[in-house]
């Protein structure tokens, strides 16, 4: 038997955290980004973690695990085109973490390098965690993934200071005071301090 994720869970938790934040004061901007960076994390869910099989536990079970960097020793000249969809398609994964997370969360530049590590390192703990629960070999738990999925991450934040440097220069060439959602984006792009 394989279990899904199914999105309607999803969108019922954020439904019951919006009302929550809303009540605790969060502006109708920043619940906005919340919703949309709420849809992204469900989308990474769905495909990093499900579907999995719960009921062909092994006796012979034994975990899958890399924890050599680099080595991407299943990769032999056949299955490169796999291998190199593999690199890409993890740090694809994380790139809009490393955008998105900076419209609802004020993060320093040296924050950004310990969320890049975590971000990969729970995405792989949790699959090593129903790969033990279950023990079932459903997915690799690979080193390179957290590497890959930090890579993401750090080149999302990097994307998002270069989006901030763009629209602060592009406000100011055009004379423009940004009201609402756009007041809202031009207070976030303001570069933060790191003390």
Same mark, same amino acid.
């Given at each position: 038997?394989?279990?899904?994720?199914?999105?309607?869970?999803?969108?019922?938790?954020?439904?019951?955290?919006?009302?929550?934040?809303?009540?605790?004061?969060?502006?109708?901007?920043?619940?906005?980004?919340?919703?949309?960076?709420?849809?992204?994390?469900?989308?990474?869910?769905?495909?990093?973690?499900?579907?999995?099989?719960?009921?062909?536990?092994?006796?012979?079970?034994?975990?899958?695990?890399? #924890?050599?960097?680099?080595? %991407? !020793?299943?990769?032999?000249?056949?299955?490169?085109? *796999?291998?190199? +969809? /593999? @690199?890409?398609?993890?740090? #694809?994964?994380?790139?809009? %973490? !490393?955008?998105?997370?900076?419209?609802?969360?004020? *993060?320093?530049? +040296? /924050? @950004?390098?310990?969320?890049?590590?975590?971000?990969?390192?729970?995405?792989?703990?949790?699959?090593?965690?129903?790969? *033990?629960?279950? +023990?079932?070999?459903?997915?690799?738990?690979?080193?390179?993934?957290?590497?890959?999925?930090?890579?993401?991450?750090?080149?999302?934040?990097?994307?998002?200071?270069?989006?901030?440097?763009?629209?602060?220069?592009?406000?100011?060439?055009?004379?423009?005071?940004?009201?609402?959602?756009?007041?809202?984006?031009?207070?976030?792009?303001?570069?933060?301090?790191?003390?």
């Amino acid at each position: 038997m394989l279990v899904m994720f199914h999105p309607l869970y999803g969108l019922a938790a954020l439904i019951v955290i919006l009302i929550v934040l809303r009540r605790n004061g969060k502006s109708i901007t920043w619940l906005f980004f919340f919703s949309l960076f709420w849809l992204y994390l469900m989308q990474v869910v769905s495909v990093a973690i499900f579907p999995f099989p719960i009921d062909i536990a092994d006796e012979n079970f034994k975990p899958n695990i890399n #924890l050599i960097p680099f080595d %991407f !020793g299943h990769c032999d000249p056949r299955a490169r085109d *796999l291998c190199l +969809r /593999q @690199i890409y398609e993890n740090i #694809l994964l994380t790139i809009p %973490f !490393g955008f998105g997370v900076n419209f609802i969360a004020r *993060l320093k530049p +040296r /924050q @950004i390098w310990g969320l890049a590590a975590g971000v990969g390192s729970t995405l792989e703990l949790i699959q090593l965690a129903i790969s *033990l629960t279950f +023990r079932i070999s459903f997915r690799v738990v690979d080193i390179n993934d957290v590497l890959l999925n930090a890579a993401g991450v750090l080149i999302g934040y990097a994307a998002f200071r270069l989006f901030g440097w763009t629209y602060s220069q592009l406000l100011q060439r055009l004379n423009i005071q940004p009201r609402y959602i756009f007041a809202y984006i031009q207070d976030l792009t303001r570069p933060p301090t790191d003390h």
